[in-house]
């Protein structure tokens, strides 16, 4: 149920958005590409502008613990039936990009990192697309892997190469957008477009429960009709 490419459109677009976000309104700083944050954090560095590395330095720190926070979430709630675990995750950037939004700028630092932890905690526990490993909050990984597939596709013709570089481009093109749309309503609703984030992670989560429901369903019916295959040979 979380590695279906409905889920992965939301997460995708919900990342985009948020990279445009906290980029655009809260600072320039990236939230999702740490990569980044660090280039960034070493020029300040060198320049012995202690103040602006901790401005990168910070958000790099909260990325490295919403990895851990998944992680411990993952282990401690797998064996979970009702919620899978990764619903969890889901709520809990919910609850913190909610309120990022009231954070006024004077509390950018911690705007920021908020959204940092929350990004890590996705890109970790959402690691999949129809089988196929990617990122929901950045792209270079998922553009090698497009770009490989599609010479792969060129090469030999097969269908799973075609497929797994379409789904890598889409959820490319699902992040441009998302991150489009961020840049567009920051300037219409300022430190409150990040809701908008939160109202696309609601939807994924609420894919994965109607997910897990047509499994549950479809689990029942190849159990009735191996009992009345069995009753049939009786």
Known sequence: ????????????????????????????VFANAQTGNIVLLSVNLFEQNWGRAAHYLIPLAAFALGVLAAELLRVRFS?????????????????LLFIVGFLPPSLDLA??????????????????????????????GNLRSGTESLCAYWRTGERRAREK???????ILLFGLGAGAGGA???????????????LLAISFLLMFLREEAASIRQEAEHLEGELLHLRGR
């Open 111 to 140: 705007a920021n990192s908020a959204v940092s932890f929350s990004c890590a905690m996705q890109v970790q526990a959402f690691r999949k697309v129809d089988g196929f490993g990617y990122a929901s909050t950045m792209c270079i």
């Open 185 to 199: 309503l920051v300037p219409l609703l300022g430190r409150r477009t990040i809701w908008l984030s939160c109202g």
């Open 165 to 171: 570089a379409g789904r890598y481009f889409g959820v």
């Open 79 to 95: 064996a979970l039936e009702r919620v899978h675990w990764r619903q969890l995750v889901v709520a809990g950037e919910i609850v």
């Open 1 to 28: 149920m979380s590695e279906a490419f409905a889920t992965a459109m939301f997460l995708s677009m919900s990342g985009g958005l948020q990279d445009a976000y906290t980029y655009l309104a809260r600072g320039q």
